[in-house]
Every structure is written in structure tokens, then in C-alpha cells.
């Protein structure tokens, strides 16, 4: 497939997936929704109606944007400043919590007490790097493991040539924590289509999930979408954008959500 097909097919899966089950709210796509919920200023990207609508009838495919995200790196938006979706729409500070990976999560109050559910939470992040590295292939995958230092985390690293640091051959672990974070109480968001009960709330800013010594090949949003199959449906990962390469995405069980919504 030559790279104006490849553009062409990346910009239609981000409309069809984005919008798809959310076109008919007021409140924006569904990646908008719990960006917002979750403590992350976005803002959804318009495509012009037509254009919008001729996607969403060519494309029916439903793994299309699974396959399309394996096996591009990411995609890139660059070439659809024709559709007014452009990369430059999510230039954010370095500092700024936009700009991190991060998962955003809703979880029962069964968990118990706020305490142990961060422990809970936590130690479910870890188990779903576990899977998620287990599934990349050709790697030594670690058992689940807990630290103090900098704070209380469990963590699972994956050994093998894809994580091969250049600047040291020594170096072949891609590691991933999930720090153990006490939760807010709030009231469900109304996108998760529930009757309003009360959660608990892990935002963005509380940086659940964190990223060490990620080198080499290794596919890093493949790896966060694979993640994402593995958590409750509660909970979200978020992929901060990428510079040249990809803007920002919600996973949920392996789909991908973008922050795309047809103009009026």
C-alpha cells in the first residue's frame, strides 16, 4: 500500500472511530468525554459533514483501525490539513499533563476503602502490562513485582532486542510501572451509560501509569492499546501525541477512540 493510501485509510479509521458512537451528542466524541472526566484539556477536531459521512459509509471493516495502528507505528495526521485535522491542534507544553501517557479510570466502590483501592487498581495495571508484553512476542517478560523506592509501585519489564537501548547494548528492558495513587470520589460520567452512582475517580494527573526505559523498536501505542484490552471496562489508557507522527488517542478494550466530530 503506497503512503498516500496508507494517509488516506489512517485519516477515514480516525473518523469512523472517534465519532462513531457519539455523533449524535452535544458533548463531543467519546475520547473528548473521558479525556474531560478524567482531567485532560482537549478539544475535539472538526471534519466537514460530507466528507465526515462518505467515511463512515466506506469504511466497515470493524479491525480495520486495530491493523491499521499495528502496522503503521501510530499514523501519521500531517496530511489531512485538508480535513482540518492537523497535528499542530494538539502542540502542548512539555510539562503539561497532555503531554504524558496516562490512564484515566471509574472504578467500583466495591474495591473497598480508598486505600485499597489504589492498591487494587494499581496491581491491575500491572497484570495488564504482564498480557500486553506477553503479546508483543519475543520477550522475557517479567512476574509482576512491588517497590517503595519513590513511592509505592508494582512494575513488569520485558527483555529482549526490540527494547535494545543504542547507547547501551547492555540495556534491553522495557519497563512499566503502575504507582499506587489514592482515588477521588465522584459522581459515574454520563458516558459510561449508567445511573449515576458514586466511583472512584483516577485522573490523569494522578500518573497511575508509568513509563521506564522504553527503547528500540517497541512499539509503545501498540503496547498501550494491547494494554487496554486487559483493564476493566472502567478504565481507560491515554496516549499523549506524538510530534510529526500521531495526535493523542483513548484506548478502551482495544479500540481506538479519537478526538475527531463532523462540522455541522
Partial sequence: MNTLKIASVLLTAAIMTGCASTSSEPTGSYAYQIAKAGG??????????AQYDAAL???????????????????????????????AAWLFSPEA?????????????SLGDKQNAGK????????AYQNAFKEVGNLEVSEVQHTNFLGERYFVSGKGPLCRDNQNEQGESCLFAASIETPVV?????????????????????KVLIERNVYGSFDKRVFLMNVS?????????YAAPVPKVS???????????YFVV???
Fill in 120 to 127: 487494587a487498581f494499581a496491581l491491575t495495571l500491572a497484570k
Fill in 186 to 206: 465522584r459522581t459515574s460520567p454520563r458516558f459510561m451509560g449508567m445511573p449515576s452512582r458514586e466511583t472512584y475517580v483516577f485522573q490523569a494527573k494522578d
Fill in 57 to 87: 459509509s466506506s469504511v466497515t471493516d470493524a479491525g480495520l483501525n486495530t491493523s491499521v495502528l499495528a502496522s503503521s507505528h501510530g499514523f501519521n495526521m500531517n496530511g489531512g490539513a485538508a480535513l482540518g485535522v492537523g497535528l
Fill in 40 to 49: 485532560l484539556n482537549l478539544q475535539d477536531q472538526k471534519v466537514p459533514k
Fill in 229 to 237: 484490552k486487559h483493564l476493566p471496562d472502567w478504565a481507560y489508557v
Fill in 262 to 264: 463532523p462540522d455541522a
Fill in 247 to 257: 495526535p493523542p488517542m483513548i484506548f478502551h478494550k482495544g479500540e481506538v477512540h
Fill in 97 to 109: 499533563p497532555e503531554q504524558r501517557d496516562a490512564v484515566i479510570a471509574f472504578a467500583p466502590m
